[in-house]
């Protein structure tokens, strides 16, 4: 069981390692000032939100 | 009118117009004739079945059809061991788990393979990783492997830890009660996650683009050039009529076995 603790963790880090990169690339919050000052970004951010809330309330009810 | 029928218009009005409606479109398309001014002419065409032929779209069929499986038997070896160790714990510490299995396809599928591409620059174990086929399988991998260990783990799960340890207390190797335990009562589940995670790899087209660099044709990518580029809709059409018919002699193969098992 031991043997497959590490397997199991490796595997979970070999699907966590790509997302980290892209989070810890370039360390720092200028990215997410940029991020929330921009209105195009919260308008697509926003838009994105009512489309898969809309999706899942149609897929539920059909 | 009937209320179940009521219930079951939505579904069949969503069934007929989003599922066999555009089946029909693409079948009726792989039929057409398309002329020079690109215009498409319906009928019974065998034309682009007959550009279909061409040795240089049967090897992109085959390519596409051999990575599949490869990722698919990869896909499912590397499931197994950690989908059994997570049907081994309690509840709480398996829930953990899989939390940690599926938070990371919460996020965009871009998204993830541009950060995958990240990692693979990285040249792990000296080799290039980058454009090349077992960049690909890396890729399907990682793309695939919640698919695969979810619905192992829920057979799995269904194995009552005794049986292993009355096996083993009776003298019988890890080999032994992998072969004569596990496998006969994980056979079926495995046939039905090779599927899931084979036949949506036959249409795989970010990973051979973005990850491939688009550097040989796979199916996917080879649909993307037939639809957007050259604008060669019946050619396209007719892969996909191929593709959804081997999909189909899939399935009904897997369904054979399946029934003569006693399951479907």
Known sequence: MKLLRVYTLALLAFLWMPLSVLLFKGLSLVAFEKLLNSSDVLSSFRNSLVLAAATAILTTVL | ?264
């Open chain 2, 1 to 264: 009118m009937d209320r179940r029928l009521l219930l079951i218009a939505p579904y069949f009005v969503w069934l007929v117009g989003l599922v066999l409606g555009p089946f029909v479109l693409i079948i009726a398309t792989s039929f057409a004739l398309r002329d020079e001014s690109g215009t498409l002419h319906f009928g019974l065409h065998f034309d682009a079945y007959r550009q279909l032929a061409d040795p240089l779209y049967l090897e992109v069929l085959g390519r596409t059809v051999l990575l599949a499986l490869a990722h698919s038997v990869i896909t499912l070896v590397a499931a197994y061991p950690m989908a059994f160790f997570l049907s081994r714990l309690d509840r709480t510490s398996a829930g953990t788990y899989l939390t940690l299995l599926l938070v990371p396809f919460w996020t965009n599928y871009l998204i993830r393979l541009l950060g995958f591409m990240e990692v693979l620059r990285w040249r792990a174990f000296g080799m290039e990783w980058t454009f090349t086929p077992k960049g690909m399988l890396a890729a399907l991998l990682y793309n695939y492997l919640p698919f695969a260990v979810l619905p192992l783990y829920s057979a799995l799960e269904k194995i009552p830890t005794s049986l292993i340890e009355a096996a083993q207390d009776l003298g019988a190797s890890r080999r032994r009660v992998f072969t004569q335990i596990l496998w006969p009562l994980t056979r079926r589940p495995l046939i039905i996650v090779f599927l899931l995670v084979f036949i949506p790899a036959l249409g795989e087209f970010l990973i051979p683009a973005i990850v491939g660099g688009g550097r040989s044709f796979y199916l996917g990518t080879f649909l993307e050039q037939q639809f957007l580029i050259s604008r060669n809709w019946p050619l396209g059409a007719a892969a996909i009529a191929v593709l959804l018919g081997l999909s189909g002699f899939i399935l009904i193969f897997a369904g054979k076995s399946l029934a003569e098992e006693g399951v479907a």
